[in-house]
């Protein structure tokens, strides 16, 4: 009978919301219907769960029972839908917290492995990327990820030491890349009036960097196979969509679309919202207005491309995290975007290149939408994943 009261105890509390274990609840704040706490508070109080310790704090180093729970600072590394940004999940983030289903059409198919030995082909065909010898940068201060707030000018040099512009800038696709940067108002809630001459260079740009690339051919016909297209210029046309139809991020105006917020840059709520480019970032410093501070990141290639976390100030607004591949051609920056974009919406989407495992994060625009419920593309950039 004492066995069955306990039971029946236990299940009564269990019900009315007491908990023993900080599954699931680490980093949130003080709960008073629960029996002890999950949050940095509870070693003061001595109210802590007993798996605290194993679960929340700096011995941590698993996302076991940890998927998408409030950030930690006490955490070594973390769990949640940002981590990827900030460079610190932990090891084992995408098997326990990512499902590898694809969210385009067809792409449920796709697995990673697939994935990962496309972004391999199309590293291996970006012949259009810098060399050493025309492009060198000077990435200076070193900060970390505690300190990309702290808005400090620690490089009192630019990024760009040196860019051979009439080698790489004659080339087609970087030729259509920079015609179609300088078309957009950078500021959210200012409608984008798109001219018949702004569309004919969408066009063109996606005619060089797809259809006239190795490159881009190798990504249709990976798609094509796996019966996400049926056809090139269905192929071409969802690209033009996803990444160039307009949509309101302020006010109600047609104001962002998928391109501009992750090539161009915007600026929403008194600071840059994407940029996630090294050509634009380029252009913007040598004309005076990027101003290059430090960087949290710095990819282990030891060639071009390579991945950089970069804080710098765009003419009065500040980017605490700006993630780019450097060096890369506007054709590969595009097809691994549009990959992780058609695969893996809204998801991490792991890559390699040259046997080093890259992320691209990616998330949908879900606010609006165009042909058969397709969502636009609403960010994306590179990260690291933590070893």
Request: aromatic fraction near 14%; charge should be negative.
């Amino acid at each position: 009978m004492k066995v069955i009261a306990v039971l029946t105890l236990w299940v009564t509390l269990f019900h009315q919301g007491y908990s023993y274990s900080c599954q699931g609840r680490c980093g949130y704040g003080t709960d008073n219907n629960m029996s002890c706490q999950c949050n940095s508070s509870c070693e003061r109080f001595r109210d802590c769960c007993s798996d605290y310790a194993e679960l929340c704090t700096a011995g941590a180093t698993s996302c076991k029972d940890r998927c998408d729970e409030k950030y930690n600072s006490q955490n070594e590394c973390h769990c949640n839908s940002k981590c990827a940004q900030y460079n610190n999940c932990c090891s084992n983030y995408a098997d326990l917290c990512n499902s590898d289903g694809g969210g385009g059409d067809g792409g449920s198919a796709i697995t990673d492995a697939e994935i990962k030995a496309l972004s391999e082909t199309l590293f291996a065909l970006d012949s259009n990327k810098a060399s050493a010898s025309e492009l060198i940068i000077e990435p200076q201060a070193l900060v970390p990820n505690s300190q990309t707030s702290s808005k400090n000018d620690l490089s009192f040099k630019p990024f760009f030491r040196y860019l051979n512009e009439g080698a790489l800038f004659s080339r087609p696709t970087y030729a259509a890349l920079l015609a179609v940067l300088d078309n957009y108002e950078r500021m959210t809630g200012q409608t984008e009036d798109v001219s018949a001459q702004e569309l004919a260079e969408q066009e063109a740009f996606l005619k060089e960097t797809i259809s006239n690339t190795e490159l881009g051919r190798e990504l249709f016909a990976f798609l094509y196979t796996k019966g996400v297209y049926a056809s090139e210029e269905e192929f071409i046309q969802d690209l033009k969509m996803m990444w160039f139809g307009l949509y309101s991020r302020n006010n109600n105006k047609m104001d962002s679309s998928g391109f501009e917020h992750i090539f161009a840059g915007e600026i929403k709520g008194g600071k840059v919202s994407g940029f996630h480019n090294w050509i634009q970032f380029y252009l913007l410093e040598k004309r005076g207005k990027m101003n290059y501070y430090s960087h949290s990141l710095n990819g282990p290639w030891t060639s071009y491309p390579d991945v950089f976390g970069m804080q710098f100030m765009w003419e009065g607004y500040f980017k605490q995290v700006g993630s780019a591949v450097i060096g890369c051609s506007p054709e590969f920056d595009f097809a691994l975007y549009s990959l992780c974009y058609i695969t893996r919406p809204g998801e991490q989407c792991r890559l390699s290149l040259g046997g080093i495992e890259l992320i691209i994060q990616t998330y949908t625009w879900e606010n609006s939408s165009y042909g058969d419920g397709k969502k636009y593309i609403g960010s994306a950039f590179p990260a690291i994943p933590r070893n």
